[in-house]
């Protein structure tokens, strides 16, 4: 008896100095988005698509990692895919993969505004560098419309080229499937009978 109990607290401290030591490297978040990556690949977490018409607002400013300052009523007229991110948020991390894959594959009427809510700024653009991730990184530089007010991230839009935000998703998702690429074409194609 006492040495299945010795035995069970050797496995708990065992335990124990693993989590606390991948916590104390900053390893964390990179683990759990890991854990959400495998999540995300069997395809049950999908994007919301509205069903209700919701307006979209262009009235905030953007900065790209080169520092140029970016109104974002200057994606108006554009599909966008824009989504909200940070490197301590481990769901973040899980679906950038995913994202990347989607934009490697995307069309080039469909703009991808990928903005960190970072604090420090050089995190996320060393974050995106050792990552390898391609896609446009901005930063905020004003107060979001409260179209976009949310409290949690990831969150993801998808804003038609008639400024109808046709996906809202709070959370993780898989964006890189047959039915998510099918709305995006089916946007590109109400875009060019708009034009």
């Known amino acids: 008896m006492k040495t299945k109990i010795r035995r069970e607290v050797i496995e708990w401290i065992l335990l124990l100095t693993i989590v606390g030591a991948i916590y104390l490297t900053g390893w964390h978040t ?6 959400q990556q495998v999540v995300l690949s069997t395809g049950i977490i999908s994007p919301t698509i509205l069903t209700e018409e919701k307006k ?86 004003s107060r979001l419309p409260s179209v976009y007010d949310t409290h949690s991230i990831p969150t993801t839009y998808v804003v038609d080229s008639k400024g109808i935000i046709r996906v809202e998703n709070h959370g993780m998702a898989k964006y890189n499937t047959e039915k998510f690429k099918n709305l995006l074409k089916e946007l590109e194609a109400a875009q060019e009978a708009f034009k």
């Open 30 to 35: 990179e683990v759990i988005g890991r854990v």
């Open 56 to 141: 979209a607002s262009y009235d905030f400013w953007l900065e790209d990692k080169n520092g140029k300052q970016i109104p974002f009523n200057q994606m108006k007229g554009e599909i966008v895919f824009l989504n909200f991110w940070a490197t301590w948020c481990p769901p973040c991390i899980a679906e950038m993969p995913d994202i990347q894959n989607l934009y490697n594959k995307k069309e080039k009427s469909i703009q991808f505004v990928m903005v960190s809510l970072d604090e420090n700024e050089q995190k996320a653009r060393s974050f995106i560098e050792k990552k390898g991730f391609d896609f446009p990184v901005y930063f905020l530089r």
